[in-house]
């Protein structure tokens, strides 16, 4: 269970630790370090795991300089330990969409978050994030992704997750492992809106996939995304 750390695009790390019970191939959890001048944090893990991941942190930044905590939506494994990342981090605050806030995070955050109105970008001195609401995809009403501008990095919480563990970042195929993932798991919302909502995620044409569970991908993330949107169109077809 010890976390491994990987820069996956120019100044973003990738802390990942690799579990062997989730699945018959194990399961990585993995979190996001994006450096500037403000460190972010996107996906803090369960608290079970925070000792590691913070350790494993330190290795880039000190805990202490944590200036952002976000993550795709409130799950436990997203957002469990984000009360240990603001003790440990005295000036580091939650940043979410505004429906995440209201419904969810005032209330089980220890210090008020941040609320990030629809496409707000956090500038955190040398990188922009720039928060996108998904609800619903690939689950959770207050669901959302960030896109890291200047390199091109998509922020993808759940979307493309893939079971096993895999390299840190990958020129192959993510797709296909993440549609043999959702056939194992059914995790996904397959909404009206689903596939609308990746096809618009991969119009802003990203260079970079920072997947949390599983590989991440170097290459045409349109394409990717595209991909992935038909695919789960064929599987709610299949049903």
């Known amino acids: 269970m010890q976390p491994t750390v990987t820069e996956i695009a120019d100044g973003i790390y990738r802390i990942s630790t690799w579990i062997p019970e989730v699945s018959p191939e194990g399961f990585t959890f993995?979190?996001?370090?994006?450096?500037?001048?403000?460190?972010?944090?996107?996906?803090?893990?369960?608290?079970?795991?925070?000792?590691?991941?913070a350790e494993a942190m330190s290795s880039v930044a000190p805990v202490e300089s944590l200036r952002w905590v976000t993550f795709g939506h409130v799950e436990s494994d997203e957002c469990g330990s984000m009360n240990m990342w603001l003790t440990a981090a005295p000036q580091s605050q939650v940043a979410h969409g505004t429906l995440?806030?209201?419904?969810?995070?005032?209330?089980?955050?220890?210090r008020p978050p941040r609320a990030l109105e629809e496409g707000e970008v956090i500038d955190i001195g040398g990188r922009r994030l720039r928060q996108i609401s998904t609800p619903h995809v690939p689950h959770g009403w207050?669901?959302?992704?960030?896109?890291?501008?200047t390199t091109g990095t998509l922020l993808c919480g759940d979307l493309l997750t893939q079971v096993g563990g895999g390299p840190a970042l990958t020129t192959g195929d993510v797709v296909g492992p993440a549609l043999a993932a959702e056939g194992m798991?059914?995790?996904?919302?397959?909404?009206?809106?689903?596939?609308?909502t990746l096809r618009a995620l991969g119009d802003l044409a990203p260079r970079t996939l920072a997947i949390m569970h599983g590989s991440s991908f170097e290459g045409d993330g349109r394409r990717a995304l595209y991909d992935l949107a038909s695919g789960y169109e064929a599987l709610v077809t299949a049903r």
Do not use: W
């Open 100 to 110: 995440g806030c209201d419904i969810s995070l005032n209330d089980l955050c220890d």
């Open 142 to 149: 207050e669901a959302q992704v960030f896109y890291e501008e």
């Open 30 to 53: 993995n979190q996001f370090l994006v450096t500037g001048e403000e460190p972010l944090l996107f996906y803090t893990g369960p608290r079970a795991m925070f000792p590691l991941v």
């Open 185 to 196: 798991f059914g995790a996904s919302s397959m909404a009206p809106s689903t596939s609308q």
